[in-house]
């Protein structure tokens, strides 16, 4: 299975947790999807980092919210760290990234 199967030993460690991959055909093509999401659903944000870049403009841009929300993916990469989680490090990761870059165009610019 490529692998996966050691992603979630702590699943298979706990009780009330499936096993990864799920026995279920719809669960393990949820569970393989996810790493898609993780990498694809940040990407979303890089239109408004082009954007802010290119017209050095980031008027409507709120400084403290972007902030606040590259400290929320970072609470969530020590999450995923500590649960071994890797779609969910991946994700926020790269999302508290695009927030920092968002956050840095809106004090330049």
Known sequence: MLGFHHLRSRALATEGLEPFPARSSWKRFLDHLMYGVGVLAPLALLPQVVQIYTTKSASGISFATWVLLAFFNILWVLYGIAHKDKPIIIAHVL???????????????
């Open 95 to 109: 999302f508290a990234i695009l927030n920092t870059l968002v956050a840095v165009g809106a004090l330049l610019y």
